[in-house]
């Protein structure tokens, strides 16, 4: 499974912008899609996850973009997308997509994508 993601750059502070990310190859089920980002000199977070199924799927946001990112998801096409607004300097990370599901090797792992650059200026 490979996972693209696109839509990183530069924003000032209070801009927005887009991140997308396809997943291709061959992969059983997907139970979740989501971002994850990485600040300078930090672990890795949780930004936002996006669960399979009905009405939308089940979403869960990081308490530091509850309000002002939306995630959102299309299933025929193995997407996921980050609409990040009002966006803030300690915002600045690379954002990594993240799919957990299950392989053809029947186990149930997470694969991420080669991570984009979000860098916000005050």
């Known amino acids: 499974v490979q996972l693209q993601a696109s839509g990183g750059g530069l924003v000032q502070a209070g801009g927005s912008l887009r991140l997308s990310c396809a997943a291709s190859g061959s992969i059983i089920s997907i139970s979740s899609m989501g971002w994850y980002r990485q600040p300078p000199g930090k672990q890795r977070e949780l930004v936002a996850t996006i669960s399979s199924g009905g009405s939308g799927g089940r979403i869960n946001y990081a308490d530091s973009v509850k309000g002002r990112f939306t995630i959102s998801r299309d299933n025929a096409k193995n997407s996921v997308y980050l609409q990040m607004n009002s966006l803030k300097p300690e915002d600045t990370a690379v954002y990594y997509c993240?799919?957990?599901?299950?392989?053809?090797?029947?186990?149930?792992?997470?694969?991420w994508g080669q991570g984009t650059l979000v860098t916000v200026s005050s």
């Open positions: 993240d799919l957990y599901g299950l392989g053809y090797d029947h186990s149930a792992r997470h694969y």
